[in-house]
């Protein structure tokens, strides 16, 4: 979860990210809270989580999981992200 976690972030600070204004995905966006997880030493591991329980954060979860595929495929030098 977590470098897929920062590419969607570097993807949000570089303007690369599309959801074509749709206000669930917008709401949820607004729900993650990014926390660091208590493992100790020199690298930082990120999660997504919610700071209320009505929250929902399912849709942006997903893209991440979904990113984390494509960072697996080697085969693919490049790949665009975007939420429909």
Not at 30 to 58: C, H, M
Request: charged share 25%.
């Amino acid at each position: 979860m977590s470098e897929p976690m920062k590419e969607m972030e570097a993807a949000i600070v570089g303007g690369q990210l599309r959801h074509c204004g749709d206000p669930v995905l917008t709401w949820m966006m607004d729900n993650v809270v990014k926390k660091q997880s208590r493992i100790g030493g020199p690298t930082k591991y990120y999660y997504p989580t919610k700071e209320r329980e009505a929250a929902e954060i399912d849709g942006i979860v997903a893209g991440i999981m979904a990113l984390s595929r494509a960072m697996v495929r080697k085969s693919e030098p490049s790949f665009q992200l975007m939420f429909v």
